[in-house]
């Protein structure tokens, strides 16, 4: 036999393999397609997730008085690690916090109000940030900062709320197609948990005066942290003496 001929030869049992090969994976995708008829629709369909006001919401600072402005912020998301925010741990919040995404309020000109003052969507493509099962938030700040030292306002819907709980959906059992997860920030206070600042009939946390008027959401004043009052005190004791010194250097010179 040629060499010609070897190669020949060689070349059509390769093309035989192959075609094997090929008719092999058809069988194989069509057995799966019949025996797990969700497996193609559970492959990491993303999820879109939509927050928003109640339309005509009215939102005041603490002092009672003065609307929100663009200044504020309404962010979505979670707390990381099992972290759970309460009055008294405000000062580590912003290190636990995940953003899902913000967006600013719109106060509406003159106060009338003909749609939400707030709204924004996300699209959620897996889980490997986001855990299934997450409870989520809407954390209002002014000005956006983490750090405290401003107005606040969490709240969440979860078991001890009257409306659907707002959990991070799980994307690798997702099949969606059709419209997309809504959170909304109702002005009723039983459809809501109040954490931090107040919902319709009244609030908690953080310094704040009941508003003379109907309203719907209230920020309340993030107080000082006491840590930070407790590490200000040796310096400015440190401070005292050393001024105490000088005092007494240049009276005794």
């Not at 879109?48 to 309404?74: K, P």
């Not at 206070?189 to 954490?195: F, G, K, L």
Request: aromatic residues 12%; negative net charge; hydrophobic residues 45%.
């Amino acid at each position: 036999m040629s060499s010609k001929q070897i190669e020949y030869s060689g070349e059509r049992a390769s093309e035989r393999c192959w075609r094997a090969m090929r008719r092999r994976a058809v069988v194989i995708l069509a057995m799966a397609v019949v025996f797990f008829p969700g497996m193609t629709m559970r492959s990491g369909a993303a999820v879109t997730i939509v927050w928003d006001g109640e339309v005509g919401a009215r939102a005041l600072r603490s002092d009672g008085v003065s609307g929100w402005t663009t200044d504020f912020v309404v962010d979505l998301g979670i707390f990381a690690n099992g972290f759970v925010p309460t009055t008294s741990n405000l000062g580590t919040w912003g290190a636990n916090w995940l953003s899902l995404g913000a967006t600013s309020y719109n106060p509406a000109p003159g106060g009338d109000v003909t749609s939400a003052n707030f709204s924004g969507s996300v699209v959620l493509e897996d889980n490997s940030l986001f855990a299934a099962g997450s409870q989520v938030y809407m954390w209002v700040r002014d000005g956006g900062s983490l750090a405290g030292f401003g107005e606040w306002l969490l709240v969440t819907d979860d078991a001890a709320s009257a409306g659907d709980d707002w959990l991070i959906p799980d994307t690798t059992f997702s099949d969606q197609t059709t419209p997309a997860v809504t959170w909304s920030m109702f002005c009723e206070a039983d459809e809501q948990t109040v954490v931090f600042g107040g919902v319709e009939s009244g609030g908690t946390g953080g310094e704040w005066v009941a508003p003379a008027t109907d309203w719907c959401y209230q920020t309340h004043y993030v107080p000082e942290p006491a840590g930070t009052v407790a590490l200000m005190l040796p310096a400015l004791f440190g401070l005292g003496v050393t001024r105490r010194r000088a005092i007494t250097k240049r009276a005794v010179g």
